[in-house]
Nanobody, 117 residues
Framework: QVRLVESGGGLVQAGGSLRLSCAAS????????MRWFRQAPGKEREFVAS????????YYVDSVKGRFTISIDNAKDILYLQMNSLKPEDTAVYYC??????????WGQGTQVTVSS
């Protein structure tokens, strides 16, 4: 099993920055890809960004390209999401996800990000 714990959410004004963290513990060697998702009120959960466990292969949803950066510290087993130039439409609960090679997923409990206009 793998446990994922997010932190770093909060309230920020439009144009501001936040850095989310996701601490992974347990059988992290079973994870092949780490991802961030978000879910706004009344909307489906959507993919935000991904990175392979070894730090290669970063991908982003178009709406965050150039503003968000995903990274991973393999020494500490921590996933990050640096979010700059935040917009009100970025307001959501952000979830950390770890995907195994067999397609099964681990999820964190989520952290709230609120961007005020």
């Amino acid at each position: 099993q793998v446990r994922l714990v997010e932190s770093g959410g909060g309230l920020v004004q439009a144009g501001g920055s936040l850095r989310l963290s996701c601490a992974a513990s347990g059988r992290t060697f079973t994870i092949s890809v780490m991802r961030w998702f978000r879910q706004a009120p009344g909307k489906e959960r959507e993919f935000v960004a991904s990175i392979t466990w070894n730090g290669d292969g970063r991908y982003y949803v178009d709406s965050v390209k150039g503003r968000f950066t995903i990274s991973i510290d393999n020494a500490k087993d921590i996933l990050y999401l640096q979010m700059n130039s935040l917009k009100p439409e970025d307001t959501a609960v952000y979830y950390c996800n770890g995907r195994r090679a067999d397609g099964s997923d681990y999820w964190g409990q989520g952290t709230q990000v609120t961007v005020s206009s």
